[in-house]
């Protein structure tokens, strides 16, 4: 069973930086794309970064700001987020699009890491 697993989030004032981390495990698997997601309090899920092949796709409302990583032998995705603004207070998901030999391919989700940027 393929679990992700992030850390990394916390609270932090604004024009502050924060480094989330997401590993993926359990056993062998192919990933397609890697990426972040997020969700503010009453608003849905939103794209923030995802990286298929060797392109990075960003929300415009941190491009600039946030830059994510892949260290493809770790299977570990990073997202560096600098400049952080009260908008960025949310939970942020990691994603995998993965494809288990003989199981088939499917969308798997972390449980989420929260990030608070308040004074």
């Known amino acids: 069973q393929v679990q992700l697993a992030e850390s990394g989030g916390g609270l932090v004032q604004p024009g502050g930086s924060l480094r989330l981390s997401c590993a993926a495990s359990?056993?062998?698997?192919?990933?397609?794309?890697i990426g972040w997601y997020r969700q503010a309090p009453g608003k849905q899920r939103e794209l923030v970064a995802r990286?298929?092949?060797?392109?990075?796709d960003y929300a415009e409302f941190v491009r600039g700001r946030f830059t994510a990583s892949r260290d493809a032998a770790k299977n570990t995705v990073y997202l560096q987020m600098d400049g952080l603004n009260p908008e960025d207070t949310a939970i942020y998901y990691c994603?995998?699009?993965?494809?288990?030999?003989?199981?088939?391919?499917?969308?798997?989700w972390g449980q989420g890491t929260q990030v608070t940027v308040s004074s």
């Open positions: 359990g056993g062998t698997f192919n990933i397609h794309a």
């Open positions: 994603y995998a699009d993965i494809t288990i030999p003989w199981q088939g391919r499917d969308d798997y």
């Open positions: 990286i298929r092949d060797f392109t990075t």
